[in-house]
């Protein structure tokens, strides 16, 4: 039986920092600007605490500056917003990242809106988001971003091709329906009130799944040969009691049927830090008045 091509997220992702390196390079020689990127992490959470070291490295691997702000779980809301109202003033700061979740005395909401719009890399301010709705320019969240290169590269063009998103979430769900749409996609957003679920995920060309429960898109939810993206990352156990990564989509089934996939761990998750610092890029470009570059991997 014929298995599914893997899409190797890990890979692209490495040859897009090369390409993202080599922007930073010539920004730097040509205009004498450092992108600089800050991450705030509140808390001693040891998977956030995985992602911002990881983070550091790649924005340093690729010439930018590394700014890492800590604060303790105990601290209150005035605190964080007092320290990204810092960082909004710092010129040299051109992406502000706050890492979550953050602590429950701290309403998330209130942070992302105090984060300078232009300074936004993650996307996640309203402003960015009504400008995607809308077709505007504003920063596009990483994760959904990558999702779309990680399809293009795949299919090219993605015009005419029927796109079901499973998953609603500002972060995932609602950005990527409108990535989709501007590519000119047919797109439908399914989620759990869904009717007749898996039919609806069968009758898509593209199928992105973003719910966060482990292996619930089954190989019989999918239409052969379609492009699955794998949004999910669910730690499950083990006999061993380490527990093992696993997305939303059941990848032993659907690889048997789909055309392509991304795997988890290796898919969508290495793009999301790398579309981090492409927009950081980006956005060091946009406030000093400079064309932003278009960014392509390496060969």
């Given at each position: 039986?014929?298995?599914?091509?893997?899409?190797?997220?890990?890979?692209?992702?490495?040859?897009?920092?090369?390409?993202?390196?080599?922007?930073?390079?010539?920004?730097?020689?040509?205009?004498?600007?450092?992108?600089?990127?800050?991450?705030?992490?509140?808390?001693?959470?040891?998977?956030?605490?995985?992602?911002?070291?990881?983070?550091?490295?790649?924005?340093?691997?690729?010439?930018?500056?590394?700014?890492?702000?800590?604060?303790?779980?105990?601290?209150?809301?005035?605190?964080?917003?007092?320290?990204?109202?810092?960082?909004?003033?710092?010129?040299?700061?051109?992406?502000?990242?706050?890492?979550?979740?953050?602590?429950?005395?701290?309403?998330?909401?209130?942070?992302?809106?105090?984060?300078?719009?232009?300074?936004?890399?993650?996307?996640?301010?309203?402003?960015?988001?009504?400008?995607?709705?809308?077709?505007?320019?504003?920063?596009?969240?990483?994760?959904?971003?990558?999702?779309?290169?990680?399809?293009?590269?795949?299919?090219?063009?993605?015009?005419?091709?029927?796109?079901?998103?499973?998953?609603?979430?500002?972060?995932?769900?609602?950005?990527?329906?409108?990535?989709?749409?501007?590519?000119?996609?047919?797109?439908?957003?399914?989620?759990?009130?869904?009717?007749?679920?898996?039919?609806?995920?069968?009758?898509?060309?593209?199928?992105?799944a973003a719910v966060g429960k482990a292996r619930m898109v089954k190989g019989d939810w999918i239409k052969p040969g379609a492009t699955v993206i794998d949004v999910g990352i669910n730690r499950v156990p083990t006999p061993d009691g380490k527990g093992r990564l696993v997305g939303d989509v059941?990848?032993?089934?659907?690889?048997?049927?789909?055309?392509?996939?991304?795997?988890?761990?290796?898919?969508?998750?290495?793009?999301?830090?790398?579309?981090?610092?492409?927009?950081?890029?980006?956005?060091?470009?946009?406030?000093?008045?400079?064309?932003?570059?278009?960014?392509?991997?390496?060969?």
């Amino acid at each position: 039986m014929a298995t599914a091509t893997i899409i190797d997220g890990k890979h692209y992702a490495a040859r897009l920092r090369v390409g993202i390196a080599t922007q930073v390079a010539r920004l730097k020689a040509e205009h004498g600007i450092t992108p600089g990127l800050a991450v705030v992490l509140v808390g001693e959470d040891p998977a956030s605490q995985v992602y911002v070291r990881n983070k550091g490295s790649q924005t340093r691997e690729v010439g930018m500056n590394s700014f890492e702000h800590r604060l303790p779980a105990t601290a209150t809301q005035a605190e964080l917003l007092a320290r990204v109202a810092e960082l909004n003033r710092n010129p040299a700061v051109n992406g502000i990242l706050v890492q979550l979740p953050l602590p429950k005395q701290i309403d998330p909401e209130a942070v992302i809106e105090a984060i300078a719009v232009r300074k936004d890399v993650d996307g996640f301010h309203p402003l960015n988001a009504g400008l995607l709705a809308v077709g505007g320019t504003g920063m596009v969240p990483c994760t959904p971003l990558g999702c779309l290169m990680l399809l293009k590269d795949r299919i090219g063009s993605l015009a005419g091709l029927r796109a079901v998103v499973l998953g609603r979430s500002n972060i995932v769900g609602k950005p990527m329906a409108a990535l989709l749409l501007r590519e000119h996609c047919t797109v439908t957003i399914a989620h759990s009130r869904t009717r007749d679920l898996a039919d609806e995920c069968r009758r898509a060309d593209v199928l992105v799944a973003a719910v966060g429960k482990a292996r619930m898109v089954k190989g019989d939810w999918i239409k052969p040969g379609a492009t699955v993206i794998d949004v999910g990352i669910n730690r499950v156990p083990t006999p061993d009691g380490k527990g093992r990564l696993v997305g939303d989509v059941d990848f032993e089934s659907a690889v048997e049927v789909a055309g392509a996939i991304t795997p988890v761990p290796g898919g969508v998750g290495p793009m999301t830090i790398a579309c981090l610092l492409l927009n950081t890029l980006t956005a060091a470009c946009r406030q000093h008045g400079i064309p932003a570059p278009e960014v392509r991997p390496s060969a």
